[in-house]
């Protein structure tokens, strides 16, 4: 019954998927969920792809960036030396001014930002850190308030990005969203650009400055999150 609604509705995979999930909504939990942490695995994924010049992260709940390589770091937002409440891409996307000067298709990427969120409290409804974290954003951002208010879900797999960098200038970018196997709710997020272009030499450009910046002060940089929640997540 849920498919022919869904077909005659002409829904597209990922509002399919919400309406199953909500039609079948998961129990309340009675504890907490345990915090989410990044597969030793992972970790080491994270630096091979840095290695290749491909910014790469993870999201898991709420959008909540539970690691990043330097790269991407770099390219976009340093998460790890945020404060933990801040470490969230929907907090950066609407709260961080940065992130309007940063994104050339801004709108595009809040209303993206926005669904994707709907569909993390589909299939989270009694996520309380979820629930501050819409209440949060509502109270800080018209422009999250009205893109909530079309109850729009959305799920990233592959797609193009554009950047105007402040070091490197404009960067297009192609991104594929992977799951590791050890968490459901957690997805890695691998950034590509086109062999030969002015992206791809942006992207080998803020690698060289993080080669200059290494030799001159060994130690990793901080691009990377414990995973643990507080409350402000």
């Known amino acids: ?4 609604l869904a077909d005659a509705l002409r829904l597209d995979n990922a509002e399919r ?13 009675r ?10 695995a992972t970790r080491s994924l994270l630096d091979t792809f840095e290695t290749a010049h491909r910014p790469a992260f993870v999201l898991g709940r709420r959008l909540d960036v539970l690691g990043q390589n ?13 404060r933990t409440p801040e470490r969230n891409q929907a907090r950066f996307v609407f709260l961080d001014p940065h992130a309007r000067e940063l994104y050339v298709d801004w709108e595009q990427v809040a209303a993206d930002t926005a669904a994707m969120l709907r569909m993390d409290a589909g299939r989270h409804p009694h996520d309380p850190g979820l629930g501050r974290l ?18 729009r879900v959305h799920e990233r797999s ?16 192609t991104y594929q969203a992977l799951s590791p196997g050890d968490d459901p709710d957690q997805t ?10 002015s992206s791809a030499h942006a992207l080998q450009l803020l690698a060289a400055k993080i080669a200059s910046a290494s030799a001159d002060h ?16």
């Open 1 to 4: 019954m849920l498919d022919a």
């Open 17 to 29: 998927a919400h309406l199953h999930t909500i039609a079948r909504p998961a129990p309340a939990r």
């Open 31 to 40: 504890r907490p969920a345990k915090p989410q942490r990044l597969h030793p």
């Open 70 to 82: 330097r790269l991407a770091a770099l390219l976009v937002a340093d998460f790890g030396a945020m």
């Open 134 to 151: 819409v209440g949060d954003l509502s109270i800080q951002s018209p422009e999250f308030r009205r893109l909530w208010a079309r109850n």
């Open 158 to 173: 592959v797609g193009t990005k554009r950047y105007h960098h402040p070091l490197v200038g404009d960067v297009t970018i």
């Open 188 to 197: 890695l997020f691998v950034y590509d650009t086109e062999p030969g272009t």
């Open 218 to 233: 060994p130690g990793r940089l901080p691009a990377e999150q414990s995973g643990t929640d507080s409350p402000g997540r």
